[in-house]
């Protein structure tokens, strides 16, 4: 089933609670949250204190991507903060599959990310372990960029990497998901869709989230 993970970077820091209830009310399930380190990716976003603030505001599962060079170091803190499940990129974690078994020894689901040059097949051996797996449509570290088409294939061999090896992890995708290209991702197989400035860059969030999983279904549904 198609869901729209709002991403919470494109929101209005001054007033997060009130956009968290905008999507919530909308009928969003999911908040997409993204930390930035300044080292892994050039940018900064926000950390703990400030999951830990949402935690207390909302009941939707907290998805954190964790854009940052020592995932191993922080990924418990941000489950004890509230993370209801974890991506870490393939690109920072040299001991990947412990990364993986610790993530989910700690409680929360696990999901590996992959930068759009990162091929698919550095996750061959760790896929069974995956309750998802993320795809960067942008090169990571800020909202508002363009998605990069040449990852709807790496979508479309992911699926059928999933069907022929009988696994169950989520398909997530990452960056420059619009209304303008929402149905082609759908398409292709996704089952997770993050969205920022699609989302919070206008004037009516729930209403934009709702938009995009319409789209998003529509596509899917035609296809099938
Ligand atoms: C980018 C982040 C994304 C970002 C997406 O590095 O991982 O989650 O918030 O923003 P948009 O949807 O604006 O590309
Ligand atoms: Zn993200």
């Known amino acids: 089933m198609l869901e729209i993970f709002p991403s919470l970077l494109a929101a209005d820091f001054s007033r997060l609670g009130e956009q968290i209830d905008q999507v919530t009310a909308a009928g969003v399930n999911y908040l997409h949250f993204d930390v930035m380190d300044g080292h892994f990716v050039p940018n900064i976003s926000f950390g703990l204190p400030v999951l830990e603030s949402i935690r207390k505001c909302t009941r939707l599962p907290l998805d954190v991507h964790l854009m940052i060079t020592d995932a191993d170091t922080y990924a418990p803190r941000f489950i004890e903060a509230g993370a209801d499940q974890v991506s870490v990129h393939q690109e920072a974690c040299p001991h990947l599959d412990r990364t993986v078994r610790m993530i989910q020894s700690e409680g929360a689901k696990a999901g590996v990310v992959l930068n759009p040059a990162t091929p698919l097949s550095t996750l061959e051996q760790v896929l069974p372990l995956l309750d998802y797996v993320l795809l960067m449509s942008v090169n990571p570290g800020f909202g508002g960029q363009s998605f990069i088409p040449y990852v709807l294939d790496k979508v479309r061999t992911l699926r059928q990497w999933r069907e022929r090896l009988g696994l ?25 869709v993050v969205a920022g400035s699609s989302v919070f860059g206008t004037a009516d969030p729930g209403r934009a989230a709702i938009a995009l999983k319409e789209a998003g279904l529509e596509a899917a549904a035609r296809k099938a």
Not at 169 to 175: R, V, Y
Not at 182 to 191: I, Q, T, Y
């Open 168 to 192: 169950t992890f989520a398909i997530e995708i990452d960056g420059g998901i619009s209304l303008d290209n929402v149905g082609r991702v759908a398409e292709a197989g996704v089952d997770w």
